[in-house]
């Protein structure tokens, strides 16, 4: 399934998370492929952040990705550079952009 979702990065952190993302800890990369993701794209149009994800179980992956360490530090740090910030709640599945249109 392809998932997509939308974030938001303060404006004045920007520089930073575009560096945090080209030193993406080598554990979460693994958690996140054994969570069932595929592929996991993330577009940034000035403060907006479009992520596009290859994954088995959108649900099945960020229940299973939440309680994990790694991916707690990770939220935390990214928590510090985002006024909306990826959703692991119980609701998360609910969060992805509907389909409005596919070729």
């Known amino acids: 399934m392809r998932v997509a979702l939308h974030t938001k990065v303060r404006s004045d952190r920007i520089a930073e998370y575009d560096a945090a993302h080209r030193e993406v800890p080598p554990e979460l990369v693994a958690a996140i492929r054994d969570s069932g993701a595929r592929e996991w ?3 940034r149009s000035g403060t907006d952040l479009f992520h596009l994800i290859e994954v ?3 649900a099945a992956m960020i229940d299973r990705l939440a ?3 790694v991916n707690i530090a990770w939220q935390a740090r990214m928590a510090e550079l ?3 910030a990826h959703d692991y709640s119980s609701d998360a599945a609910e969060a992805a ?3 409005v249109w596919q070729l």
């Open 41 to 43: 794209t993330i577009w």
């Open 56 to 58: 088995d179980d959108y």
């Open 67 to 69: 309680a994990l360490p």
């Open 82 to 84: 985002l006024d909306v």
């Open 97 to 99: 952009l509907p389909v």
